[in-house]
């Protein structure tokens, strides 16, 4: 894999790693007593799951397979797979989001919950790779997005 895109992935596990340690801290807080260095028990968060499983997804399909990415998040909520233990702090949209995929079986982009948030910004980093690495056009991302 390119050194662009480890980095990349690298600084975004490591970026939520610490995030997680500060993530009910004021930026008064943070300014007075910044974070210097990673602590021992360091887990990172959902997100970092989701971008995890993601790839996964991209990588072992070699496209950007909606389906398996919405098994594979299933996974995670039933199983913890790609967190460090079993996640107790799931988002309900991603719940009620997987939950109406999987009872519905359907098209994986009319599952979503109704609730707006921005961490399907936060991971689209995994599509962003695919993208750049199978030169995609702006009209093909258009597409995919």
Same mark, same amino acid.
């Given at each position: 894999?390119?050194? @662009?895109? !480890?980095?990349?992935?690298?600084?975004?596990?490591l970026g939520d790693m610490f995030g997680t340690q /500060?993530? &009910?801290?004021?930026?008064?807080?943070?300014? =007075?007593?910044?974070?210097?260095?990673?602590?021992?028990?360091?887990?990172?968060?959902? =997100?970092?799951? *989701?971008? *995890?499983? $993601?790839?996964?997804?991209?990588?072992?399909?070699?496209?950007?397979?909606? =389906?398996?990415?919405? *098994?594979?998040?299933?996974?995670?909520? $039933? @199983?913890?797979?790609?967190? *460090?233990?079993?996640? &107790?702090?799931?988002?309900?949209?991603?719940? /009620? !989001? #997987?939950?109406?995929?999987? $009872? $519905?079986?359907?098209?994986?982009?009319?599952?979503?919950?109704?609730? #707006?948030?921005?961490? !399907?910004?936060?991971?689209?980093?995994?599509?962003?790779?695919?993208?750049?690495? =199978?030169?995609?056009? %702006?009209? %093909?991302?258009?597409?995919?997005?």
């Amino acid at each position: 894999m390119n050194s @662009r895109y !480890s980095g990349a992935l690298i600084g975004f596990v490591l970026g939520d790693m610490f995030g997680t340690q /500060v993530k &009910d801290q004021s930026r008064n807080q943070l300014f =007075n007593r910044p974070v210097t260095k990673m602590k021992d028990d360091a887990k990172w968060s959902e =997100n970092t799951s *989701l971008l *995890l499983l $993601e790839i996964d997804s991209i990588v072992s399909k070699n496209k950007i397979d909606l =389906n398996d990415v919405m *098994l594979k998040m299933n996974s995670y909520i $039933e @199983r913890g797979n790609y967190s *460090l233990d079993y996640p &107790d702090d799931i988002r309900s949209s991603l719940r /009620v !989001s #997987i939950g109406k995929y999987i $009872e $519905e079986k359907g098209d994986p982009t009319l599952c979503g919950s109704g609730m #707006i948030d921005n961490n !399907s910004l936060i991971r689209i980093l995994s599509f962003a790779i695919y993208a750049h690495i =199978n030169k995609f056009k %702006d009209t %093909d991302i258009i597409k995919l997005v």
